[in-house]
Every structure is written in structure tokens, then in C-alpha cells.
């Protein structure tokens, strides 16, 4: 290396910036990572490791305690949306892949998911409600009936129109 070039290497460390600025800085990273609208399918399928990736913590997060503790919450409250279906198509008593998930994001990252739903007909939900606690082994409150932001089109069953149910982690 030249003596030029020694002179002119310095280091860029983003948190000697104003806490507004990389604060604003990694709410671009994560406007700019992938989204995940429906996690998992409707029906129930095995997911391919590509399938994984917009679960995974953007690499921003990954960085320093400083950044995880802002970016986190901000990443699982606005990237992260996937349903619970009814016992008809086994999807709420299988899952295995989603325990893994929600019981590896920890129970404070569980709490800032906003876009997790319980699909389920009006008589079923007592023991849909159930058999996700049961399974799932976490503290949901249930929370009142939504409009469907999937289409019509999904709601669609053969057990008929399913109700969409807010699940909120305690």
C-alpha cells in the first residue's frame, strides 16, 4: 500500500452518526428487504430453503445491540404477515415449521409481530384457539374479527366462509 492511500483510508462507523440519522438509515435497509405477504401457503406444503429467506433477520439487525433493539421490532411488526388455518386442512395442528420460527424469535419479538391471523368458522374457533395454545405452547389473546386483506376469492372454503381472527401474543 502507498502512503497516499494510508492517508486517505479511514473508517465509516454509522453510529458515530446522530441516533436520528442511522436510525433513518436502517428504516431504508428495511424498507428495502423483502416482505413476507403469506407465510405459510394456504395449503400445507413443505417450504423450499429459498422460502426462508424473508424470515430471516435482515443482516442490518445483525450488526451491534444497538441497532437490533431499533430495527427488530420495526422488521417483525411490517415485514413479517402469515395466517393460521383451520383444523379442516391440518395447518393449524401441524406447523412445525412455524413453532420452530416463533419460538426462535424469542417471546419479545413474538409480541411485536402485528400481522399474524387465526382463519377459523365461528364454531370452531374455541378449539382452533385451543389446539394452537396446545401446539404451539405461547400466550395468545384472540382479537376481534377483521375484514379479509387476502381477497374474497381466499376465503372462499370448502367448510365455507372462514371468519379472520387477530392473533396478539402476550
Not at 458515530?16 to 428495511?30: A, M, N, Q, R, T
Not at 394456504?42 to 443482516?59: E, F, I, T, W
Not at 416463533?102 to 384457539?129: H, P, Y
Not at 370448502?158 to 396478539?168: N, W
Request: charged share 25%; net charge negative; hydrophobic share 35%.
Amino acid at each position: 500500500m502507498t502512503a497516499a492511500t494510508e492517508d486517505n483510508d479511514e473508517v465509516f462507523r454509522l453510529l458515530d452518526l446522530p441516533p436520528e440519522l442511522w436510525l433513518k438509515i436502517g428504516k431504508y435497509v428495511l424498507d428495502n428487504t423483502p416482505k413476507l405477504k403469506s407465510w405459510p401457503s394456504n395449503y400445507a406444503v413443505r417450504l423450499r430453503p429459498q422460502d426462508y429467506a424473508p424470515l430471516r433477520q435482515p443482516a442490518i439487525t445483525r450488526t451491534c445491540h444497538a441497532l437490533r433493539i431499533e430495527l427488530l421490532p420495526l422488521f417483525y411488526e411490517g415485514h413479517i404477515r402469515f395466517r393460521f388455518y383451520d383444523s379442516h386442512n391440518g395447518s393449524c395442528s401441524g406447523g412445525s415449521e412455524r413453532s420452530v420460527w416463533l419460538s426462535g424469535i424469542g417471546a419479545t419479538n413474538r409480541r411485536c409481530l402485528k400481522n399474524v391471523e387465526l382463519l377459523a368458522t365461528t364454531f370452531q374457533l374455541r378449539d382452533d384457539l385451543r389446539t394452537f395454545t396446545t401446539r404451539f405452547n405461547f400466550d395468545v389473546e384472540l382479537g376481534t374479527p377483521v375484514k379479509d386483506t387476502y381477497g374474497e376469492e381466499e376465503m372462499e372454503r370448502a367448510c365455507g366462509i372462514e371468519d379472520v381472527y387477530p392473533l396478539i401474543f402476550k
